[in-house]
């Protein structure tokens, strides 16, 4: 029918994959403001734990200048492995690292991290080559600038990653609402403000109406 | 003679699904002024309108925070198929949806929604895999903010739908000025002030000189 | 007490001077887009209908280049003085203007036009050191770029000049909901669509929980 | 010595008046993307609350389409003073607002609020004309866009009231770190993402040399 | 050896299709400075006189609101096939269009236009489907916004176009200083302000040092 | 009557200062894009031609790196005293330049020059000192980025100093278009593309309604 | 004369503070690039030496995450007032520091720091009080983003302080380049990276011409 | 196993190439500020010498306005092939330059230069052709401004060249910090302010625990 298929994120067959967001490395991040950073980072997170993936953790360096892993993501994995690279730039030159991915047995990968450029890009396109569907969550991602953001998006399109926002990310794996209406309105309340806000008016509004 | 084939917007040929414009969700929208945006979500109703294209209307969860649709665009298309989902997030997961989309026995499709990454791109990637030619509508489409935008569009891209403004929508629907000279410049006139300013000087100036 | 004094607009005591809102100066308008421009200036005349404040208009050569005024415009004030420039630049250097001004008898000015720092900033400069309470339309005033206009406002600061927007105008003439809250209410839907959104989904949130 | 004097905030004679954070008008900001608004309003209201300020609550039509104070503000200060405008635009309109102000005994009042040219700048030049030292919260206040703030600041500054943001106030209200190093460092660290990283980096690197 | 074919403009091989550059239709443009599009449409039309490709004009409703053919290029090319389209929207629809285009027997079309979105984008895309090489001088094209041009880029892309900007499509065609460096060197002295200060400078330096 | 006085340029009182306009300092400039900041320039240039100004030339270092006065502008005022300034940066430091201003026996100065901050603030601060009304040309002075224009135009500001585009400039001279109509037309057409356009429009508008 | 006094940067009567450039506070600052930024910093730092300013170095809690000073800029001032504050936010309130700086004798101060609204304003407002002179050099002050910048210029300029750049600065105290060419150029060709250029362009053209 | 194969950069099979980074040329770049191209190009040098990677330098008409190589990569490949085209635009059209790229034997080529349209867009392409594997270095490479480098990328991405800034090519060409932890820690001191603020601040909380 058509030449195009349509790999849709399914939350049976995806992991995540969570690259040095450190504390020392985040603040090198300027192509977010640090409140927007911060938020698209737990909000993620928080999918990926509401939609209990199976979710990977792996760091570069942790006890020099890059800092430890930002504490709030340790909490929310404390189970999951945890891959402290000793020296590989790209995660998936770590044997390691791969093997907790392909012990997941997911052919879906949902990659974030700091830099963008690299600690996404690189281990993206190697996941690319073995034949992993791979997923960019864009903006759980940071880097030094928007020309250094707009060069990597450019490599990884070519490689056929898809681009996707946290939020783009938790409606695709949760497709209907029905699935869990609170579940997810919870967690869009704790990321998105508006629409919180948005909540917020229509319950008050509500109440007033049923007074 | 050539590998590119131009998949043009055909009158005769394109449906338009207007998915989940609700005035909570349009609060939502921050990647337009909301002058921009209410003008050209309402300049693509009225090109759906004068072109007699079948136009779908769909939202989501209507009766709760996201709001009602806007209520311009029910006016405007008073008889066409309004599918209120219970709770699929992608309008293409949803029978009735799809049914309504195939009645109309049109090959191409022009979507536009709030927000781009999600209530857009998931149909649209949708009707690609099932082997339509997908149109969106970008400048009737709106999301958080320009990053999510690029990504939505990007995905949108690798998958082959063709981006286009409400302008190029009409510009490419109508094909001769011949056709109808005062319904195009009337939908033009109401919809780009900077060419409703055109027109009045030109005017202005056919009244002065033949005085 | 203080050595301030707070001149704020009195619907009571305020005349609306509209320059130049010619069909041919806002195609020259880069500092806003057409949309938003085009909305801010038909707010400014809405309200000062709405206030029944008196309204002059002046245009510069509306047989030339310049342009007819803005027919919109011109539909609102069918009585107001309407002074076609014969060739003075500065409004204030015209004396059929400064009559008509003087002849409302109000000492507080409200200006808007195009462009910024010639047609406002001008009769602005001139009104203040009559001793007038000169108040600038920001938003209904338009100009070239974004620096011409930077310019624009620092000179007419200095000259004491207050800058507001055509909202904060409507909030400030209006002093109380209690005078009016549909006719203001009204006002807003028109020409914020976003306060519109927030009405249409209060109403809609009302509706449901009557049921 | 000098024509100027350093007017300072002083936690013992400062008030804050939060003014018409609803949840119906924050939709309504775009000069601050959503994070960035919510995180510097509960800055501002975890400040006042640390430095135990009075706090002045106060909305307009909370039972309409403007929505509810938003309920984290509500929380923080239940025991404050809440003055539900029954129709005053300028709450300086208010009787019982301004009694409430004057019954703090400050004369330094710090005012945040959507909108920023209405409900903030209103009160503020009220409070000026009456002698107040008025400190304008910036980036706890919020409005249309960037253009309609600008103006709103120029008139602020015109009446001489001073622009701050949250940050600025908390240092200038603290004085001196050793007056509660922990205590200012925990809401720097809860509304600072960028310096809770160097304190996270900064106790890990402890630890590891501590090895 | 590659399976990527270099498709390098050649002077032999190359028309110029101008579309629309317009007196009304160019005060729509917004995506440039109004200086900035102005010296880069007058840059194009010099390069393709100054390579002597075949050049091609047309013109939509150049009696009406769309206004004549901006003069300067008409004075470039007096004896250009000149198109007053009658009506048709996408110049390639229109048959004397394409039979100029044609006569020049050329397989490389080099096109820019106003808008960006619909004149430029309508012919190459019809250009492309009928197998010529398209290059886009993307900086000679101008419409509403950057949103909207990014769209139309979008589209062009995905049709192979090759996108250019009136330098790189100058330098590309010359190929080699020695052909000619007075006539290049005053192509870029006309047309590139921070050039010709180079060039300044430079002759300013040798006279000063042969004193 | 009013504590302010409308100091206006008149072109009875008004010597012009174009200082430092040379060719390697003008590729410092990024505060605009080249077109822009070569038209702006000339536009003023040929204002103060128009308007028969007395104008005072002065270069810094011209035989070195800051290369010569921008031969355009040297062409222009082929006869205007012209201070090489042998090393003083504040012009006003230099006995010879303030000479050649007090002879001109003009009290108003307008000044434009590169880089805004230092060859046209420190002669606008001396002249205010000295008790002259200094018009600052904001666009035909440029310099190394936005936040260092921003910070000089705080500081001449503060000195009184008025801020004025080169169209503000023109049309405070002219005072009235009956002066002189086509050369006021000439001069805007020369140097506002958009302006021209409406003038081609309007012409071609007239020819055509008069066949 | 004249109602404006010029106060003028003089080398021998201005002293520089150097607020809180410490390495954890300078990843805190996003409203320049870092490169710009450390630019900016060590440029004013290298003005300082070369015109042998008293200067004095002021930490806040060098031990914890703020981190050390900038290294560079210890090693520029090895025998600089060095005042490591116990916890006093506004450098001003620490008598040392003040002692410090009244010991220069200066009655002019030049003032950077990280982040401008606090260690930057607090203490130039304090000094203003005190009837000192107060510059800022802006663009060597860094803070969160724009906004929070824009307000802490508008409370300085309302205290009457200049604000300047380092390149204002430098050019300000240097006053005639015959005071020493090869200082100054040396200086500007370090941190203006274009300047350098036009240096090198030069004297490769005059080599060129002299062979 | 995948349609799509990871083309690393190898520093075996990697020759840089640096083309008309001139100081003349460098002047003309307005798409990066001037600090950070500076410090990009110098950045990208020092990973080429640190990586020893075989780098050609090629520069078109050095004694005339283009100005020469900027000295600082003259002094860091004092022995690289040098190649003063005579004429070429395309350094690829020079056989000199050819015969030296291939005489590096390596199958990648990374290019940087001035402008992006031309002087990289160019080789980049003819090298694809050719059977190169091309990586251009984003960040190195500089052009008159945004829109032009766009259209530039997008040519060279449908080339298949992949877009890379000078941090992403370090990490990917050093692959693990083991293998030399202080030279690229060197490298990224030297060139990414913020990281050598880690550093120090990392450094520093070391000693401070150690005592």
Redesign the interface.
Known sequence: ??????N?LDKNDCAVLLVDHQ??L???V?D????????NVLALADAAKYFKLPTILTT?????????L??EIKELFPDAPYIAR?????AW?NEDFVKAVKATGKKQLLIAGI?T??CV??PA??A????FEVFVC??ASGT??Q??R??????M????C????W??VA??L??????D?VGLGTLFSNH???????????E???K???K
């Open positions: 029918m058509s030449d195009f298929k349509y849709r504390t020392g985040t603040n090198l300027q977010f403001s640090p409140d927007d950073f911060k938020n570069s360096f942790e006890d020099g200048p890059n800092g430890p930002v504490p000793p020296g590989n730039i790209n030159d830099v450029e690299v890009a690189f396109l190697s690319r080559e073995e034949g864009t903006d030094f600038n020309t250094t707009n060069a990597a998006w450019s490599r399109e070519q490689a056929g898809q681009l996707m926002s939020f783009g409606c695709e949760h497709r209907d609402w029905r699935n209406i998105l403000p508006s629409y919180r806000c948005l909540i917020n008016s229509y008050a509004g509500r007033a109406a049923s």
